[in-house]
């Protein structure tokens, strides 16, 4: 595929200095792609079958030994930060289906330094991913 132009993800979890170097959240990931997330990796140039796998509902990042398919293990970070699924720009924000509500994810060493601030922006980015997702 050609490249694009394609628009960088809005920062809703602001990342913090260990975050940068933890990894943890690209290991063995479950996040959702939405649509425009996959248009927007297309763009820059990625093969959908190399970054994507369907679980039956919904397209999800594809793992690699045990990571992230975007995570790279020489340096540990990700190859795609500017340009990450909406999910992953709001992680450890996560919503829960069962309880209908956005959720800090307590696997996430940093889960407790979540602001106010990121909530209330996580709460706009989520009307988005559920309209995306079809979820109501």
């Known amino acids: ?5 394609a628009k960088r993800t809005p920062t809703i979890w602001k990342a913090r200095q260990f975050c940068l170097s933890c990894g943890k959240c690209c290991q063995n990931t479950e996040m959702i792609l939405l649509s425009s997330d996959i248009s927007k990796l297309r763009r820059l140039g990625f093969r959908f079958a190399d970054f994507a796998v369907f679980d039956g509902r919904y397209y999800r990042l594809k793992n690699v030994d045990g990571r992230c398919f975007f995570y790279d293990s020489e340096n540990g970070k990700c190859r795609i930060y500017d340009f990450r699924p909406l999910g992953c720009s709001m992680y450890p924000i996560v919503y829960d289906v069962s ?5 800090v994810d307590d696997e996430c060493p940093l889960a407790g330094e979540t602001l106010k601030e990121e909530l209330i922006r996580a709460r706009k980015y989520l009307k988005i991913i559920l309209n995306e997702l079809r979820i109501r």
Do not use: H, T, W
């Open 1 to 5: 595929m050609k490249k694009g132009v």
């Open 99 to 103: 309880l209908r509500r956005l959720v």
